[in-house]
């Protein structure tokens, strides 16, 4: 597609619920990117995907947090047993290495855990 | 990656050009200043970036110091379009050069105001 589509754009969950957040990167794009955004903050690096690899995962709060890419294209965020501290903006960015140049980001998924 | 200083909210006029300044006084002679910008309930837009030389593209103009430690984006005629928070971000280009060279290290921000 022409961008990086992330889905669905405004999630409500439960305390205790399971999520899972879609991003469709941009076709080709071979390194993929999720970010946290808290409110009034700057993203915060959750984790790196090169292909299918996850090279980092070093950015994830917690173990309840968990990133998948298994074909190198689409990715999958999942956050198990939320909690209120996991509400905030998860955006996804793809590029097509990481020999600089830029980033190309998705709109984001609004978490609100109640 | 160094650590960028930006002040965290400035006006512009419409018209007028939007000067937005950066420090990143202990930038590594390998790290290059990157622009992104997030505009209310979106993600980040690149914007820019450069190594040691002033860059200019469609949307703006970067202009590094000499001695690399700060830099200025230049936006040349600012509209209501362009309030968003911007970021000045330094990171290794070029390849793959240990964890976290590829990633992204995001501050606050500028938080720019267009004024009609």
């Known amino acids: 597609g022409a961008g990086v589509s992330q889905s669905p754009r405004y999630k409500v969950a439960k305390r205790g619920q399971d999520v899972a957040l879609r991003c469709d990167p941009i076709?080709?794009?071979?390194?993929l990117f999720w970010y946290q955004q808290a409110l009034g903050q700057g993203p915060e690096f959750l984790t790196y995907f090169q292909n299918e690899a996850q090279l980092d995962k070093s950015g994830l709060p917690s173990d309840r947090f968990f990133a998948e890419r298994p074909e190198g294209s689409v990715s999958t965020l999942k956050i198990q047993r939320t909690q209120q501290e996991d509400s905030a903006v998860y955006l996804c960015?793809?590029?097509?290495?990481?020999?600089?140049?830029?980033?190309?980001f998705g709109s984001g998924t609004r978490l609100t855990v109640v | 990656d160094a650590k960028t200083t930006q002040p965290p909210s400035m006006d512009c006029a419409e018209g007028r050009a939007a000067n937005l300044p950066c420090n990143h006084s202990t930038i590594s002679g390998n790290e290059y200043v990157y622009w992104y910008r997030q505009i209310h309930s979106q993600g980040p837009q690149y914007i820019i970036h450069g190594l040691k030389n002033n860059e200019t593209n469609e949307m703006a103009s970067l202009i590094i110091t000499e001695d690399r430690k700060s830099s200025t984006l230049i936006l040349p005629h600012a509209t209501l379009r362009d309030t968003a928070v911007y970021y000045c971000?330094?990171?290794?280009?070029?390849?793959?050069?240990?964890?976290?060279?590829?990633?992204?290290?995001f501050g606050k921000g500028t938080k720019l105001s267009v004024i009609p």
């Open positions: 076709s080709g794009h071979v390194s």
């Open positions: 960015a793809s590029s097509l290495g990481n020999r600089g140049g830029g980033y190309t």
């Open positions: 971000i330094v990171r290794v280009a070029g390849g793959y050069s240990g964890a976290g060279s590829y990633q992204l290290t």
